[in-house]
């Protein structure tokens, strides 16, 4: 088992920048990708980012391209999004999501087994 608790969501202008935390504890010797996932009042989950236990392959969304960055920290159990040029529909509430992998990085809600409690992330226009 692994449990994830994200942090570092709350409120921002737009234009401004958050970098939200993921600490996994529990089964943390074993390899596992981490994938940032968001959802918006009255939408469903989207898929915002992934990275590989290594750190050498990650994704993505288009609508995020160019402006969040996902990484991580395995001496410290711990993935990071830091998202910049924050937009109003940037709003969501975002959840870090794992499941073990070394080299795989799924980019579908329903591949991940771990899920954390979500952060709350406004963005005023």
């Known amino acids: 088992q692994v449990q994830l608790v994200e942090s570092g969501g709350g409120l921002v202008q737009a234009g401004g920048s958050l970098r939200l935390s993921c600490v996994a504890s529990?089964?943390?010797?074993?390899?596992?990708?981490t994938g940032w996932f968001r959802q918006a009042p009255g939408k469903e989950r989207e898929f915002v980012a992934a990275i590989s236990w290594f750190g050498g392959t990650t994704y993505n969304a288009d609508s995020v391209k160019g402006r969040f960055t996902i990484s991580r920290d395995n001496a410290k159990n711990t993935a990071f999004l830091q998202m910049n040029s924050l937009k109003p529909e940037d709003t969501a509430v975002y959840y870090c999501?794992?499941?073990?992998?070394?080299?795989?990085?799924?980019?579908?809600?329903?591949?991940?087994?771990?899920w954390g409690q979500g952060t709350q992330v406004t963005v005023s226009s």
């Open positions: 529990g089964r943390t010797s074993s390899t596992y990708a």
């Open positions: 999501a794992a499941v073990h992998s070394t080299y795989f990085v799924p980019r579908t809600e329903s591949e991940y087994v771990y």
